[in-house]
């Protein structure tokens, strides 16, 4: 991700929103990439001492900002180029994921783009079948929380006003979904 969106080239000092950011997995390596970038991450208080601890280990700890709070109640701010939101949307119901849609809309600037990492399902919920597997755990473990197919998601983003929504081959059980906000 930090290479397909080329951070580096940022012309201002880019800005990343981390929902739900748990270890600083999708923020972090664009960090890491650019000097200028500045991370916001939103989890609860003991995972963002998580976060903070591991942006110490790779020496930005001074570019991390931390938000406490449910993602569903906290403000994010606004202005962000990048929003990034992994492995989130599976412990919700389509009702709250599409509020986090709406609120990360919000908190982007215009051209900002969102990336979501989750394990996805094919349309008709035929497979994979890790995701299928994955669905069964967030039916027993969650009281909402599901697999969700590409189309899906899709279409929550468009939605809440997103374009160029497409997804992006990575290591890992499902590609990232990217999308922009407008200009």
Known sequence: ??????????????SVLDIGAG???YSIPLALRS?????????FPEVLEVTQRIAERYGIGDRLKTVAGDIGEVYFGSGYR???????????DAVRNRK????????????????????LVEQDRSGPLRSLFFAANMLVNTEAGNTYSFEEVRDWLKDAGFEQVRTLDVPGPSPLIL???PR
């Open 1 to 14: 991700m930090a290479e397909h969106l080329r951070i580096e080239e940022a012309e201002s000092e880019p």
């Open 23 to 25: 270890s600083g997995v």
């Open 35 to 43: 000097p200028r970038v500045r991370i916001t991450a939103v989890d």
């Open 82 to 92: 990048v929003a990034t939101i992994g492995q989130i949307l599976h412990g919700h």
């Open 100 to 119: 986090l849609l709406e609120k990360t809309y919000a908190a982007l600037a215009p051209g900002g783009v969102v990336a979501i990492a989750d394990f």
């Open 179 to 181: 999308a922009i906000r």
